[in-house]
């Protein structure tokens, strides 16, 4: 008997030796998280937009309106910003201009009133434009230079005399 109890220590110690091994068995493991942050930075070069040239077809196209209009009339100061609440020092909200293809026109004054007028390009880059509004007594000329389209917008400078009020202004008009 003592055999047997002394086999089955043995193989109760020799198990036992096998459960806490694995039990006990010391083990080191490390979790290292590394946060990364990648930053992208892109260097550009902004490439100035060509403008194209205001054809016909696209000054036919649409009815024009006043976007922005600051000018000197007869030396005082005017201004005009569609949709602004203040600063506005002229109204040009319904005033808008109509070109035909067939080089006339109509120009809608902001008071409602429309005058006709005669067109045409006077240089062959299609960067100077003049118009003849048909005013009585006395027709006025009306210039635009500089003349471009970019934005979905006419983009020019003007003068005129009218009434011996010398009239220049930097305007930017919109389809109506």
Known sequence: MLKKSLCFSCFAF???????SVGTTSCNKTNTITKTDTVTKTDSI????????VTTAILTA????????????????LFYMRGATSGNTMDLDNEYITFHSNGSGIYTEPSGTQDSFTWSYSDSSYTKLVWIWNLSPQPVTVTWENLSYHDDAIHYTE???????????????IPK
């Open 62 to 77: 649409n009815s024009w309106k006043a976007q922005y209009d600051r000018a000197t009339v007869g030396g005082e100061m």
């Open 14 to 20: 020799a198990l036992a030796m096998v459960i806490c």
């Open 159 to 173: 003068w005129y005399v009218r009434n011996g009020d010398t009239t220049l202004g930097s305007e930017i008009r």
């Open 46 to 53: 902004l490439v100035p937009e060509k403008d194209t040239l």
